[in-house]
């Protein structure tokens, strides 16, 4: 069973920074991607930052300059460095883990919440 736990979230003025993480534990193998995805209120979950194990990140481009995605592949941890937060950061925001080879299974965070005071 894998499970993937979230920290890090919480209340932050416009400007501010945050970093959330998330550890994976269980059998893992074949690790194709993790990733942060963030989904606010009323809308769909939308793609934040993504890194293949082989490839570059990619960001979206309402992030992009403002957020870093790294991970700690001893710890099984992925991080987002979030800097110059906004008001329309606000959402939750999960991770997810992809694992496989041509055939995927994707493992998803219970979500943490930030929140930008405007």
């Known amino acids: 069973q894998v499970q993937l736990v979230e920290s890090g979230g919480g209340l932050v003025q416009p400007g501010g920074s945050l970093r959330l993480s998330c550890a994976a534990s269980?059998?893992?193998?074949?690790?194709?991607?993790m990733g942060w995805y963030r989904q606010a209120p009323g809308k769909e979950r939308e793609l934040v930052a993504i890194?293949?194990?082989?490839?570059?990140?990619n960001y979206a481009d309402s992030v992009k300059g403002r957020f870093t995605i790294s991970r700690d592949n001893a710890k099984s941890t992925v991080y987002l460095q979030m800097n110059s937060l906004k008001p329309e950061d606000t959402a939750v925001y999960y991770c997810?883990?992809?694992?496989?080879?041509?055939?995927?299974?994707?493992?998803w965070g219970q979500g943490t919440q930030v929140t930008v005071s405007s």
């Open positions: 269980g059998r893992i193998s074949s690790i194709n991607a």
């Open positions: 890194m293949p194990s082989g490839g570059s990140t």
């Open positions: 997810k883990l992809r694992v496989g080879y041509a055939i995927f299974t994707d493992y």
